[in-house]
């Protein structure tokens, strides 16, 4: 053979194989990441329960070392040497495998309640940061190596490209992670598993070593791939302007969770969504040619944001319908963005300072919502102030013309009637009537939602759409407030309402405690009902039968309730009795124990009631064997009982502090989830006597006073559940096939499946 066709042999495979190696390497990085990170957080779940608040915190960690991995990027493109900068990084990557298989650092020990958000990142960063920052990097740093490799060619001139393929790995991991890895790989196959496809990506890095090598050998670059010329110095100005336009889909990704998740639907998986189409915004925004140009972006994102701004207070309306306003608002708003950073782009020896910056702007809006808002709001205020601060992010245009000005007039006529027909309506009773028979709030929305018309109108004028948006919101965040709470709270665990509704078959006012839109517990303020447990806890309900038949055992017995709720378990207490409710949320039991909004513990229980915080697989585990004749299981974000409280371990330990004829009632009503047989497994598989039952609400009883409710009861031996085998309420299941689910093993989305159907 001729060096003639040597040469276009070995010039062939190069340039067909560098596009191809590339690309498969970044696609393989971004899976990585977007798998270890559900992956991880499932793993600390067992000792922070199943807040919402988990995610999103370990979201702003996952974003930091997304951080730390362009700083690196960035910083290791100052080194001239191509061929050093893959060995710093292959150097770099053997050292992070030091961490693997992945595990959660025990360094720390158990967090505080109180304040577990600095647990939680540095756990995360002592468990994960080093292999996921290292991972992080490799977008921007081969977006860098390839423009340099294919300096002179068309595809080198646009190595942003290379970005959507990144985000597409990223998008498509997080979907197969609820579908196909959980359901088909326990925690411990899916950490060799993770590490496994480590080791293939450290392979494809030495593959473009290689290519680098190639490069040099064929003399096609020089010696080695030379740095790109250096493009004028970006503006701070400009870089600021990045930075703000990264951090407002951050902000809302997190933001629409939270909302959609306290104040629509607790659906499970809810958090895969808006992340999903946050990562499916940058696949389209930084494609050559993007599926959805820029000027229909535009125009649909006014809209749908106009829209969202007049409803985002209100819970009144169909959840789908708000559900799919709110997703759809969030996915233009984030494109748009996206849209904007991408026509921005500088050349390409500036992207590693590019990617830097928006990677700033991504967590300085997670670390907005997850860190600073729990902190100084006391419900989810962040969301719609962001959306309205987004409304900026559309054209400054010349001065005002009439046209403006009296759309603008219009609209904030519009968005401030409302207020002022309620605050007159509070004022004046007199108005009562009138205004019960036409809905206040149904007019409040119809009115704002013709504000909402008028910004739209407007949308070309950013100052002007963004005062009606300002209008709309704080009009109808008063509206709403006065109408569905008497108090908001706040925690790491989740948002806290105390409503104040009228029920005639229950004296009079009734205080309800909401999780999002879970009731949690209610108690009528008229003393002759006070003291009556209401909702899962009333008298015929399971709990409270399978309460009174344990009391009937003796005249003293120990109680112990996992999750305090509105404390109406506190009703049941009698003076011999003892009771212990375990409770992550310090502000749950604060409200709990406050007269002015419940009084089942401070006015009618027999004698003190314990209170032990903390997550309640930690805290039981300290408590002796036979230390309760009775535990309910009653912990619930939001809809769903956290999954590591339903594990086979989980059920040996209650089986544990009950004793041999202790009986465990386990409270698993859900609107979404089958979660009833992966518990009936767990317990048979730990030979333990079960009875199952559900329980319908009676039609003539008052609203507030009972609730439909489905329980499991356990006990370790026959004897235990022995009083319950004559009431032909509780039953035995059929035999499952279904996987018990342990600390090791959970399949949401086979729940899913089975509840939806």
Known sequence: MSERSLSFGGRWDTERATPMIFGLTIFTSAMLVFSVQPMITKLVLPVLGGSPS??????????????????????????????????????LLVVAATFLPLRVNGLLGDPDPAAPIGWLLATLALSVGLPFAALSATAPLLQAWYARLRAGHADGQNPYVLYAASNLGSFLALLAYPVVIEPLASLSGQRLGWSAGYGVFVVLILALGLTVWQARATG???????????????????????????????????????HLATDVASAPFLWVIPLALYLLTFVIAFQNRPWIPMPITFVIQSALLAVTVSLVAFRSS???????????????????????????????????????????????????????????????????????????????RGPLTLRHGSFLLGGLALAILPHIIYDLVQRTPALWPMFHEISTLQLAMATLGAAAIFAFMVRDRALVF????????????????????SLTERSFFGVMRVARIEDPGMGGPVHVLMHGTTLHGAQARNPEFACDPTLYYAYDTPIGVATWVVQSRAPAVRMGVVGLGSGAMAAYKRPGDSLTFFEIDPMVDRMARDPRWFTFISHCASGPVETVLGDARLTLANQPDAAFDLLVVDAFSSDAIPTHLLTVEALADYLRVVGPTGVVVLHLSNRHLDITLPAVAAARQLGATERHRIYVEAADRPDMSEASTEVLMLSATPAGLADFTTDPGWKTIAETDVRPWTDDYVNLWGALMRGSF
């Open 466 to 485: 963004t005062a009606i948006l300002l209008a709309v919101t704080l009009s109808a965040q008063h509206i709403t407030r006065g109408y569905d709470w």
């Open 318 to 396: 169909s959840w789908t319908f708000l559900l799919l306003v709110n997703l759809g608002a969030f996915f233009f708003i984030a494109l748009w963005c996206h849209q904007m950073l991408a026509a921005r782009r500088p050349p390409p020896d500036r992207l590693t300072e590019f990617f830097l910056l928006l990677s700033v702007g991504g967590v300085l809006g997670g670390a907005f919502n997850a860190l600073i808002a729990p902190v100084i709001f006391n419900m989810v205020w962040e969301y719609p102030l962001v959306l309205v601060a987004v409304g900026l992010a559309r054209p400054w």
């Open 220 to 258: 096609r670059s020089g010696p080695d791939p030379r740095p790109l010329p250096a493009s004028p110095a970006i503006p701070w100005r400009e870089r600021g302007l990045w930075v703000l336009l990264a951090a407002a889909p951050s902000s809302l990704m997190l933001g629409v969770t939270a």
């Open 54 to 91: 988990v995610w999103n915190t370990a979201m702003v960690f996952f974003q930091t070392g997304l951080l730390a991995g362009y700083a690196y990027a960035h910083l290791l493109q100052r080194v001239s040497s191509l061929k050093l900068q893959v060995g710093v990084h292959v150097a």
